[in-house]
């Protein structure tokens, strides 16, 4: 009789890979979490319940089949699990390391809602393509045909490199174009290390390059390269430049007050040994300062925990709303907490001391009625006011999208309201004739996996473009 392989939630505990202990992992920028061993993979694989309808997938915005994979997984079918793996996701190794799995695919498992624990889908899926990686599983694209046809990509982000991905597969030739001097766009600048060692993102630039992906790194549409040009070099166009442009706080100017992006970004840089003239001065580093972070997201929970490993003297997090309107990942608060962040919940900025800065004017606030989006309102508590030093100040409330048309000089690209990209919700279509979007620039500001999910159907309708194209050109 066959030993049953799967459906072991009720004799065997939920286990996340072993987390380094705080004291230790706030001395250095490496991954917090462990690799599972094979055996352990195999037996947190083995929880899965292999439901009918598996909520795992339907909540994933790639829809992922995690079942099958957990189910290979657990029966040592590892490259099979990872060939089921990346069919649908681009990029599995990197989604198992940063996405909010506890809002997505975990928190929607059905043995979570049993009071059995989830099954630890993110854990799995980063071990898989990890042992994919050093097995030499993961080859470079090798199309069957190659094609005529050539795609120019702006943004070297999730959604730029997924769809050059699809599309290097189809044999179409492709070009990615990128204002840093290093591919990999937020994963690569704005992460940082403790939640995706760069290496990991370096491994996957130099697949897709040994696949035939053309960088041209350094360049900045508008400036080096206009695009109109790219656009005349290419059957197609993508827009994927995500959004960069920090939201801002009204009279909130001084020295030693900055963006998050600008931080994040020297961190990331002085990471790969890079010259920062900005960290060395002290501009855009941590180091004994008393820190302020303002906003409640992922940027923000990046920023303090940064800050920590800097040698920050203190650093605290100040947001609007209560923990349980953040929208943050609640793990993410946790490993901050337990790393010597401290929280000022319903705290909103109210204007700053000093120039340098010394300190944040802080109004407290309480929640009153939800707003349009469901949560509760922060309301102000008047005469609550108090002043809270600090040293460097931190916006860290999201991101915005550039105004492109003005920024590259092209007429005749429709926007919204909001700044992003008009585009059609299903194919990525703009206004322009071969000019497709996806990713933040049409989304907005957003999670890394729909990025992925948003380059992949871009890719898929520039595909049917193209073929389109050629038949109209034999006719």
């Known amino acids: 009789m066959a030993v049953q392989k799967m459906l072991k939630f009720t004799a065997v505990n939920r286990e996340m890979p072993e987390k380094r202990p705080p004291n230790l992992r706030k001395e250095d920028f490496g991954e917090i979490y462990a690799e599972y061993a094979r055996e352990k993979a195999a037996e947190q694989a083995s929880r899965c319940s292999q439901c009918g309808v598996p909520y795992c997938q339907t909540h994933c915005p790639l829809h992922n089949n995690i079942p099958d994979w957990l189910r290979l997984t657990a029966e040592g079918r590892l490259q099979e699990a990872y060939e089921i793996s990346q069919a649908t996701n681009t990029f599995p190794e990197i989604c198992g390391r940063i996405c909010p799995q506890d809002r997505l695919c975990e928190g929607n498992c059905v043995i ?9 889908i993110g854990s799995v899926e ?16 090798r199309p069957n045909a190659e094609r005529a046809e050539s795609v120019g990509i702006i943004g070297a982000g999730p959604g730029g490199l997924a769809a050059a991905d699809m599309l290097r597969r189809q044999g179409v030739q492709v070009t990615v174009y990128d204002r840093y001097d290093r591919g990999g766009g937020l994963l ?10 760069k290496d990991i993102v370096m491994q996957r630039m130099a697949q897709l390059e040994a696949g035939g992906v053309e960088f041209v790194l350094n360049c900045n549409v508008g400036e080096d390269l206009s695009f109109d040009a790219i656009r005349g070099k290419h059957d197609a166009v993508m827009i994927a430049t995500g959004v ?13 007050i900055v963006d998050a ?15 920062v003239p900005e960290f060395d001065s002290g501009e855009l580093n941590a180091t004994g300062k008393r820190i302020v972070v303002i906003g409640g997201g992922d940027t923000a929970m990046d920023c303090v925990r940064t800050a920590i490993r800097q040698g920050a003297e203190s650093v605290k997090c100040l947001y609007r709303r209560d923990r349980a309107n953040m929208p943050g990942s609640q793990r993410e608060v946790q490993n901050a907490e337990e790393e ?13 001391e000093g120039d340098p800065v010394s ?7 309480r929640l009153g009625a939800p707003d349009a989006t469901g949560r509760q309102a922060p309301e102000l508590i008047e005469g609550a006011d108090y002043v809270e030093g600090a040293d460097l100040v931190i916006k860290a409330l999201g991101f915005e999208p550039e105004d492109l048309p003005a920024l590259w000089g092209v007429e005749g690209l429709e926007v919204t309201r909001w700044g992003t990209v008009k585009a059609d919700f299903n194919t990525g279509a703009t206004s322009l004739e071969g000019v497709f ?3 933040d620039i049409v989304r907005g500001a957003s999670l890394v996996v729909w990025a992925i999910r948003d380059g992949r159907d871009a890719a898929t309708a520039i595909l049917e473009y193209l073929g389109q194209a050629a038949t109209v050109a034999a006719e």
């Open 112 to 120: 979570e809602q049993s009071g059995h624990g989830t099954v630890t």
């Open 126 to 141: 980063k071990y898989i393509t990890d042992t994919a990686f050093e097995e030499g599983w993961v080859k470079p694209i």
């Open 188 to 197: 690569t600048y704005g992460i940082p290390g403790f939640k995706l060692e």
């Open 244 to 256: 960069y442009k920090t939201r801002d706080l009204p009279n909130f100017s001084a020295d030693g």
């Open 261 to 275: 992006i600008d931080y994040l970004t020297a961190s990331n840089r002085k990471s790969f040994g890079d010259d």
């Open 340 to 352: 010597g962040v401290e929280f000022v919940w319903l705290a909103a900025p109210d204007g700053f």
């Open 359 to 365: 300190g944040v004017k802080v109004q407290k606030m």
């Open 437 to 439: 979007a996806a990713g």
